[in-house]
C-alpha cells in the first residue's frame, strides 16, 4: 500500500509540474489598466491591458503566461525594449494549461530588460473567479 501511496504521489508532483511557467523570463512590475462596462445590454464586458517589465534570464523566443477565460487581442501584442526588440509573430492560448504563449521571430537577449503589452477583453462572470460581477445586501436588506 506504502508503494501506491509514493507512486501516486511522484505522479501528482509530476503532474502539478506541468502547470508551472518555465524560468526564462522573470517579471518586475506590472501595470494593469482595467475599464468596465456594467450594462446589462453589453454582457458587463471589461477590456484591459496589461504591461509588464520583465528581463530575459535566459536566450528565448517564447514568453509563457498563465492566463484564462480572455479574448487575447493578438494583433497588438507587442514587446518593447533597448534596441533590436524581437517582433511578436504568434499568439496561442493553451486551454490545458492555463498558458498563453507567444512566440518571437528571434530570441530574447538574456540579461536585457523588455516590457510586454497585451489587451484583452471579455465579460464580467458570476463565478467568484477571475474578473467577476457580483452583488450583495447591505444593513437594510437591500440589494446593491
Known amino acids: 500500500m506504502e508503494c ?23 517579471p518586475s512590475h506590472y501595470q494593469l489598466r482595467l475599464l468596465y462596462d456594467i450594462d446589462p445590454s453589453t454582457n458587463f464586458n471589461f477590456f484591459g491591458v496589461a504591461d509588464i517589465q520583465f528581463s530575459a534570464k ?13 479574448m487575447i487581442s493578438e494583433d497588438k501584442v507587442s514587446v518593447v525594449g533597448q534596441k533590436d526588440v524581437p517582433k511578436v509573430t504568434g499568439v496561442k492560448l493553451n ?38 460581477i457580483s452583488s450583495y445586501r447591505d444593513k437594510k436588506n437591500e440589494k446593491s
Not at 501506491?4 to 522573470?26: G, I, N, W
Not at 530574447?108 to 465579460?123: A, R, S, V
Request: charged residues 25%; glycine residues 2%; without cysteine.
Open 4 to 26: 501506491l501511496k509514493v507512486l501516486f504521489l511522484l505522479s501528482s508532483v509530476q503532474l502539478s509540474r506541468q502547470y508551472l511557467l518555465p524560468d526564462h523570463v522573470a
Open 58 to 70: 535566459k536566450s528565448t523566443s517564447k514568453i509563457i503566461l498563465h492566463a484564462q477565460d480572455y
Open 95 to 132: 486551454d490545458t494549461y492555463n498558458f498563453l504563449e507567444i512566440s518571437l521571430d528571434k530570441d530574447l537577449e538574456e540579461n536585457k530588460n523588455y516590457t510586454l503589452t497585451i489587451p484583452f477583453h471579455g465579460n464580467l462572470i458570476r463565478k467568484l473567479d477571475g474578473v467577476y
